[in-house]
């Protein structure tokens, strides 16, 4: 019996031994790729595209047919956190980039394989090359659109160095985008998330909101400019839940457009491309005019009686979402009174930003300027209107620098209206010339759909 058991011990170490030695995890080793043919660059790729669209149009189609060219470039997405899917955005140099291109890859995960900073080689036969969601993208075509490269055609197409190398982001600012600057890595100083989204105990998350379907948009704006543009996060990333930060601070990532492609995007690879270290905000300050009194001559007013929308865009009034939502202000009336109104109340939008704003007010023959208007909120569940100056509209709400009003904003209950209330006298008088004013509401459907009624505003001098 002892022997017997003896046996049984020397067969199990055996075992063990050869588990060891034939179940391990093998190492995976890259041998320096040998590339037969002639490499060109992502900038020179990209030009035949633009020179195709100019030829036959915006959806025109560059398909790549025996050739032996080849681009490089390094990886700059990572879809290790979920917010990249099926695609890898590569860049042509690890430092000072120039150019940028998307490859659709139907692999998922990428980042196992090709990792953030993996130089690679992308054979260009019987690949091809269009705009996709107004990004240039590589891929097979496919109809009229490019689709993912067949995962068995991957490793004949999408060749990886042995180079893996840490990217420096190329140092932008908002209003510095351009198309050239697409499927980029860059780096973004002195941003914050709009007041609006981040309010104390009532703060957007990055993409888990009840009517964010595919995506979470969120507006981030310029401390140095003002400008504002869109953070977009997958709801499929493992970080979606996670609040948006309220300080001042840095953002790295991707440069690209939204689903329409008529707006650009910013894309974190995780939530570590947000370095907001910067406790204190750079909110505007509102401007302060000396005060006045007996401005009694009526340079403007509107009190929205017996008119409809229509009416008030014919005569100069802009009522804009720049999100690209459908929600905008409408016309309301309580008995005889009518007034213009705004709440994000089941319009199914995640995030909004809708402006109305006047038509020119001329102050050039006035002195002492105030404004005036009443104001009633209610269903309150934010603080989620702002009232602005500019004397220099740009026709974009977005791009235009605005002076923000020290206007008295109201709270209402959460089931019913406030009292209506005056928001002023509101000084002007340190503007002349033509100027706008601009209301401005930020929310999303849920979270922020407090509901305003503005009427009778007007402005007076001397």
């Avoid at 948009?217 to 996060?233: K, W, Y």
């Avoid at 705004?342 to 006047?358: C, D, F, P, Q, V």
């Amino acid at each position: 019996m002892y022997a017997k058991r003896l046996s049984y011990f020397f067969i199990g170490i055996m075992f063990l031994n050869c588990s060891e030695e034939e179940f391990k995890t093998p190492s995976i080793t890259i041998d320096t790729p040998k590339i037969e043919g002639t490499i060109i660059s992502i900038d020179a790729v990209l030009g035949i595209l633009r020179q195709e669209i100019a030829s036959n149009g915006e959806n025109a189609k560059v398909f790549f047919e025996e050739t032996d060219n080849f681009i490089e470039g390094y990886i700059v997405s990572s879809d290790k956190a979920g917010n990249f899917y099926k695609k890898l955005i590569v860049q042509d140099k690890s430092n000072n980039p120039s150019a940028g291109i998307q490859v659709l890859i139907d692999i998922n995960p990428l980042y196992t394989t090709y990792e953030l900073g993996r130089k690679i080689y992308i054979k260009l036969e019987g690949v091809s090359l269009g705009i996709e969601n107004g990004v240039p993208t590589l891929g097979i075509a496919e109809g009229n659109s490019i689709s993912t490269i067949p995962s068995f055609y991957v490793e004949d197409i999408v060749i990886r160095s042995t180079e893996v190398v840490t990217i420096t982001p190329l140092d932008i600012a908002i209003e510095d985008f351009t198309d050239k600057l697409l499927n980029l890595y860059v780096k973004i100083n002195a941003l914050q998330f709009t007041k609006n989204l981040v309010l104390e105990n009532n703060a957007f998350t990055f993409a888990a909101e009840d009517n964010d379907k595919y995506s979470g948009e969120r507006i981030i704006e310029s401390c140095s400019s003002n400008n504002t543009t869109i953070v977009s996060t997958s709801t499929f990333s493992s970080f979606k839940g996670l609040k948006l930060p309220n300080n001042q601070g840095s953002f790295e990532g991707v440069l690209t457009k939204n689903f329409l492609g008529n707006a650009y995007n910013l894309v974190l690879n995780d939530p570590t491309g947000l370095v907001f270290d910067t406790e204190s905000r750079c909110d505007p300050e509102v401007l302060e005019c000396l005060s006045v009194s007996d401005a009694s001559l009526t340079v403007f007013e509107e009190d929205f009686t017996n008119l409809k929308i229509i009416d008030l865009e014919d005569s100069g009034w802009i009522n804009k979402n720049t999100t690209g939502g459908k929600l905008t202000y409408k016309i309301g009336n309580f008995g005889d009174n009518h007034y213009i109104q705004i709440t994000g109340y089941r319009s199914k939008e995640s995030l909004y930003e809708a402006w109305l704003i006047t038509p020119e007010i001329d102050l050039s023959t006035y002195t002492d300027a105030i404004l005036n208007f009443d104001l009633q909120a209610g269903y309150d569940n934010g603080n989620i209107l702002e009232v602005f100056v500019t004397n220099n509209y740009t026709e974009n709400p977005s791009a235009t620098t605005w002076v923000k009003l020290d206007a008295t904003i109201p709270r209402g209950p959460l089931n019913a209206f406030s009292p209506i209330v005056s928001a002023g006298p509101i000084s002007l008088s340190c503007l002349e010339g033509k100027i706008r004013i601009g209301y401005r509401y930020i929310g999303g459907d849920p979270r922020a759909t407090t509901r305003y009624h503005i009427d009778n505003i007007r402005v007076t001098g001397k």
